[in-house]
């Protein structure tokens, strides 16, 4: 039994980051537009 960690990108933390993309700027969100993070998804194959 192994694990491999795969640099997946997390949409749904990238929308939540950055927030709707919208012409005036962002509203939705408190912190500047940012590039999506790279998270760390483990996954364990059926052996």
Known sequence: MWR???PLPNLLTAAA???PDNAD???YSPRPRQPARLHFVF???VS
Do not use: I, W
């Open 4 to 6: 491999l960690p795969l």
């Open 17 to 19: 980051v950055n927030g």
């Open 25 to 27: 700027g962002d509203l």
């Open 43 to 45: 996954y364990q194959p």
